[in-house]
């Protein structure tokens, strides 16, 4: 009797265990947690358009063994030029950002936002992330990106001034987000103001700033189609500026994961989140212009011979670049080039 309870006890702890696992079952995978931090509000195109989707999508195809949290509005804390470091360093997982907003710190890629280079965010944003994996990858070594992008070429948000041309610029205090449009905008005669932006409308309301570059998409949610009256656009194929985005993952974070979640993050990353993501603003711009025309605001085109003087007055620009870029043993002609022709490849597409 004794011998057969020993062999009852050895068949048992097998089957306890057995149970065990089969009760746990697929929850018994191990669940990661990513936190998504950036600065814009919750009725953003950004946020509630492309972040909120994204994450939805990833929990999905990873059967929830991913959870994502997301913060906006700098809800995790510090200041948007905080945030590429924030991901680098661990404070969150990922970041949605712009790599301009820490000015001279990520040169190569700056060749999108030179006047009169990007085109459609569609184009340009599949353009950005081709040219950063062949052209900028030392440049964010530290971080792993999972897509660049751009918006839609932005225009001229006034508050009590009126744009129509060249001369009307000059001496007009205006926002600008980077490093390349601050230097455009001091050519074409206004007074550059730098700032993110989230700080816009405060800075329009207290007259900071008479007026800010933007595009209409994410006028909408920061209420700057409230505080301006007129907006001025650029005509031809080619916009004044875009800025870049980047949405990115903490480098040890994504390598801790294992190889099928690793997957399911590169299954959402690359040209085709930039693709998809380029589309998006392009569609978020009629919406954000239709909500200033509502509040009877006017509007007027740069075109033809005046926007000729414009790409004029601008071109020192890119001049003074390409010297930069040389400076640092790189061939800013052939990079400024290609990105032209990475856009008119994707545009063709």
């Not at 997301?70 to 969150?92: E, H, N, S, T, W």
């Not at 792993?144 to 060249?166: I, Y």
């Not at 329009?204 to 007129?230: C, D, M, W």
């Not at 033809?304 to 400076?327: C, D, F, N, S, Y």
């Amino acid at each position: 009797m004794r011998n057969m309870n020993r062999l009852l006890r050895r068949l048992a702890l097998p089957l306890v265990l057995w149970a065990g696992m089969a009760a746990a079952g697929p929850a018994a995978a191990q669940e990661f947690t990513l936190r998504i931090h950036h600065f814009l509000p919750p009725p953003s195109t950004t946020h509630k358009d492309f972040i909120v989707p994204w994450a939805e999508k990833v929990e999905a195809e990873s059967t929830g063994r991913i959870k994502i949290e997301i913060y906006p509005a700098m809800q995790l804390g510090g200041k948007p030029p905080q945030l590429f470091d924030q991901v680098r360093d661990g404070v969150a997982d990922i970041v949605w950002t712009l790599p301009g907003y820490t000015a001279g710190r990520f040169p190569t890629v700056e060749v999108f936002e030179l006047p009169f280079v990007a085109a459609s965010a569609e184009a340009t944003s599949q353009a950005a992330h081709a040219f950063y994996e062949k052209h900028a990858r030392e440049e964010f070594k530290d971080i792993h990106p999972l897509m660049f992008h751009v918006h839609a070429p932005g225009s001229f948000h006034m508050r009590g001034k009126e744009v129509r041309n060249l001369d009307d610029l000059k001496g007009l205090k205006v926002r600008a987000p980077t490093r390349m449009t601050n230097i455009a905008l001091k050519n074409l005669g206004a007074t550059p103001v730098g700032m993110p932006v989230p700080a816009v409308p405060e800075a329009l309301s207290k007259g900071v700033v008479e007026g800010a570059i933007l595009p209409y998409e994410v006028t909408r949610p920061l209420k700057v189609h409230e505080l301006t009256q007129s907006h001025t656009e650029i005509g031809g194929d080619r916009g004044l500026y875009t800025a870049v985005f980047l949405f990115a993952m903490n480098k040890a974070k994504y390598e801790s994961l294992p190889a099928d979640l690793r997957q399911v993050i590169d299954n959402n990353s690359g040209i085709p989140l930039a693709k998809q993501i380029g589309r998006l603003w392009d569609e978020a711009e009629a919406p954000g212009r239709e909500a200033a025309a509502k509040l009877g605001d006017s509007f007027f085109r740069i075109e033809g011979e005046e926007l000729a003087r414009w790409q004029a007055a601008t071109a020192p620009v890119a001049e003074a670049w390409i010297a930069e870029m040389a400076k640092k043993g790189k061939d800013g002609t052939a990079l400024l080039a290609e990105a032209r022709a990475l856009i008119d490849y994707y545009a063709a597409q």
